[in-house]
């Protein structure tokens, strides 16, 4: 009788498995390989159409006779419409699933990158391009999703190797613009730059919905039966038993027990569409979430206001544009090849920045990892407070776009980490927002202070900047290294 009791117990025990268990059963194999594919495809389309940003302004600018303040305002209305984007695309995911959000930023995206490679005018241009950028908000949506389907223990270099995928976009649109510029004009560069955005709608019909999310909504069958097809495909076998949603939720003292309550029963207040989106960004500023999500915005504009800021500043001070005589790194005559092949040159450092932060990421940690990326990337910009040679300028942009791009990166893998299930995407949505005014500023700056001779300007306001991130990681509450991902608002039990 003892026997038939221990018996039953041991399989009571073994009746259920978690997520994460079944993630980690079925490992990393070529079920996630489709899953990064599309997921990378979607970085690429987002960084082509950031990077364009530095090449067609000056050509546009000469076509149409536009002044100094129009031309910025071809790149500030993309990132307007990011900061758009990246919340609207955040909510919807989180609402109404993944793969709708999905659906809907290739639709935008695609629509309106190629048809601004048709604009009759300077309007219609700055419209379309706003309108593309809010399907390029889209791209947190993107990692969110993707992070979703990778086994704890080989999370961080995983999503380190999704980050590639930006490198190549921005490394291949440097090319593309080199080849195309001199020889078929911005039009055609923007038109073939569109092709990965329109991939991505082509194939979104073998977008697979995020388990986890369906987990959350309570959907334990269909989560079942897309993990069963990944154990299919990567040829291994889930755990045996029935699969569970970690609904564990933690409060500290402070939290609201309304707000508990909304959370582990959401179904017992039916809100509309509207109502809800603006309940999940309140979670947001919840005693448990309120300082890390305040923490993250600071990081987030300081990675995007520096990054975007170093792409810039290399097209500015290469260019030959600059009304500054001694800030004119070329002459006037291959200024323009000058530009394409050092923004290539500085868009190869990229590759060796991720490496290092893939090295890094699960050995020492996301916060230390930032930390020492920030502090090296403000010791390689430092040189150019003063006026450089061609050569040392591109070195120093060289060194300093290496190990910002890791602190961009790992900041990527942070915030989705450290945010719930159910405001993951809304969360990191509203931290890119944050950054993409960060995006905003910066063409003001590396092209106004820097074409005004306010080179050392540009460049403190870039330094402090990067200290002001880096401190603001130190005070981030707690490791996400090795911890399992959390489906509903939680507090760790340790720091």
Known sequence: MSSDSDSFEMTDQRSTYTLDEA??????????????????????????????????????????????????????VVFAGMLIGAYSWGAISDNFGRRKGLLSIAIVTSGASLLSAFSPNYISLVILRCIGGIGLGGGPTYNSWFLEFVPIPSRGRWMVIFATFWTIGTIFEASLAW???????????????????????????????????????????????????????????????????????YFDEEFDTLEATNLLFPKINKKSSFETGFSTLGMLFSSSLIKTTFLLWVVFFGNAFSYYGIILLTSE????????????????????????????????????GLVFAAFIVDRIGRKHSMELMFFIGFIFLLPLLSHQSEIFTTASLFGSRMFIIGTFTIANIYAPEIY????????????????????????????????????????????VAIILSGVCVMFFPHETMARELADTVSVPNSP
């Not at 334990?220 to 939720?249: E, M, Y």
């Open 317 to 352: 001070l290469t260019s030959g544009h600059s009304q500054c005589a001694t800030l004119t790194l070329s002459s006037l005559n291959g200024s323009e090849d000058s530009m394409y092949r050092d923004v290539f040159i500085t868009s190869l450092a990229e590759l060796p």
């Open 420 to 463: 719930p299930t159910a405001v993951r995407a809304t969360g990191v949505g509203v931290a890119s927002s944050v950054g993409r005014v960060g995006g905003m500023i910066c063409p003001l700056v590396a092209v106004y202070l820097v074409a005004g001779c306010h080179q050392t300007a540009a460049i403190v306001l870039f330094e």
């Open 23 to 76: 993630l980690l059963a079925i490992g990393f194999g070529k079920y996630q390989g489709w899953i990064i594919a599309y997921a990378g495809l979607g970085s690429i389309a987002e960084a082509m159409e950031v990077m364009i940003l530095s090449f067609i302004g000056p050509s546009v600018r000469s076509e149409w006779n536009l002044s100094s303040t129009q031309e910025s305002l071809i790149t500030t």
């Open 179 to 249: 080849i195309v510029m001199p020889r078929f004009g911005w039009r055609w560069l923007l038109a073939i730059s569109s092709i990965p955005a329109l991939f991505a709608l082509i194939f979104y019909g073998f977008v697979p919905e995020s388990p986890r999310y369906l987990c959350l909504k309570g959907q334990t069958t269909k989560a079942h039966n897309i993990l069963r097809r990944a154990a299919a495909v990567n040829k291994k076998q889930l755990p045996s038993g029935t699969l569970l949603s970690d609904q564990s939720v």
